[in-house]
């Protein structure tokens, strides 16, 4: 499957069981959410978790972009991204957890036609506050799919108050012909989806309280789904990416992980672009510039010559297209060349503070803090210009 059957054939299943598509396409959260982007596809769902009614009904579904700082120095690796899309779906009161189990086990079985023995599912086993989520262990057993229960592993909370409650994450077998040992014990079980049982709300105290409104939260990564499914090592072989790792590596000889650095940053940033955020020194613009900057460092490490003047405009097109995103290619690429020009002046004066006596041995981190505040050089910066020495 391509990934637009995938979204389609996961929405289709949704609609024929009467949940309603709902707009999650910009990352920016609304203007009361003061988080700077939206970070998983529930978060702009938290009111209604809680009890508020949803114009469009209790039976929920959705993709949404979403954007993480948290896991940067993670990128590069084969699964971590900072700009990915999420299925969401979600009971607001309505079904029960195991409905939405059952529900799960018949898409990807059915809709996505992965074997059933290539499934294994993990539950909350307890702990010191709560029994075991019994339930969920109970419906899958009866659904024949094996089960691990995991002390800390099956338990999601929206932050350290709000709505939280026992998780059943859902994991493909992704190694030899003959899948082997668990989840907690071997890798190549890969998780795909995890559907949460919403039935508590933790207060100030630390405390559980039942919810007021029992939901269903659920929540897949498109790329990783879409890797799973295509049979590929990592979401950067997929087709979402096709045009992106079939460009750079021929542009700029890169080893595999900086590679793959360079596609995310520059892909993320077109999305970041594409909905409007424009760099600044503070806020959503300082994400964005960040992003760049982090490229622009991992691109130069080893040649100063390497810019992104020479990226032809077909993997930008590919992206906005993909996201559905107005801005043309010619404004995208302006914006990006702005900011070389500028990361090419920060560097310079970079070098030249460096230069400086002061500087000459192994730096303190009150130097970092110093060249960061007073000069405007970021950390990463900093470390790549020590390193030229």
Not at 164 to 188: A, K, L, Y
Request: glycine content about 10%; proline content about 7%; overall charge negative.
């Amino acid at each position: 499957m391509n990934t637009d059957v995938v979204v389609r054939t996961f929405l289709d299943f949704y609609r024929e069981r009467g949940h309603r598509p709902i707009t999650g396409s910009t990352l920016l959260p609304p203007p009361s959410d003061p988080v700077l982007f939206t970070t998983s596809g529930m978060h702009p769902l938290t009111p209604y978790l809680q009890g508020r009614p949803h114009p469009q009904g209790r039976r929920l579904v959705n993709v949404q972009r979403c954007l993480r700082t948290t896991d940067l120095d993670e990128v590069g690796d084969l699964t971590h991204l900072t700009v990915f899309e999420m299925l969401g779906s979600w009971s607001l009161g309505d079904y029960d957890h195991p409905q939405s189990l059952r529900w799960g086990y018949d898409l990807l079985r059915d809709g996505f036609g992965i074997p059933p023995e290539r499934l294994y599912v993990t539950v909350f086993g307890g702990d010191d506050q709560l029994g075991p989520d019994l339930e969920s262990l109970h419906t899958w057993r009866e659904l024949g799919l094996p089960v691990e229960s995991t002390r800390d592993e099956n338990w999601w909370s929206n932050g350290p108050v709000g709505p939280c409650g026992p998780d059943s994450e859902i994991f493909v077998w992704t190694g030899g012909t003959v899948p082997e040992g668990t989840p907690t014990t071997d890798s190549r079980w890969v998780e795909i989806w995890n559907h949460v049982h919403l039935r508590y709300e933790r207060g100030e105290d630390g405390g559980l309280d039942p919810s007021r409104q029992i939901g269903v939260d659920t929540g897949m990564g498109l790329e990783r789904l879409v890797s799973v499914l295509q049979g590929r090592r990592s979401v950067y072989e997929t087709d979402l990416f096709e045009p992106w790792m079939r460009t750079v590596p021929v542009l700029w000889d890169l080893d595999e992980r900086s590679t793959r650095v360079v596609c995310d940053h520059l892909r993320s940033s077109v999305v970041v672009l594409g909905d409007g955020v424009r760099p600044t020194n503070t806020g959503r613009g300082y994400v964005l510039r960040r992003l760049i900057r982090r490229l622009l460092t991992v691109l130069r490490r080893d040649d100063d010559s390497r810019t992104v003047s020479d990226l032809p405009v077909e993997p930008v097109e590919h992206t906005l297209d993909h996201f559905r995103q107005s801005p043309d290619t010619g404004t995208v690429r302006e914006v990006l060349l702005d900011e070389e020009r500028r990361f090419t002046q920060l560097l310079e004066r970079g070098r030249r503070v460096l230069s400086r006596p002061e500087f000459r041995g192994p730096l303190r981190e009150e130097d970092y803090h110093y060249l960061h505040d007073t000069h405007g050089l970021p950390r990463e910066l900093v470390a790549g210009l020590v390193n030229e020495k």
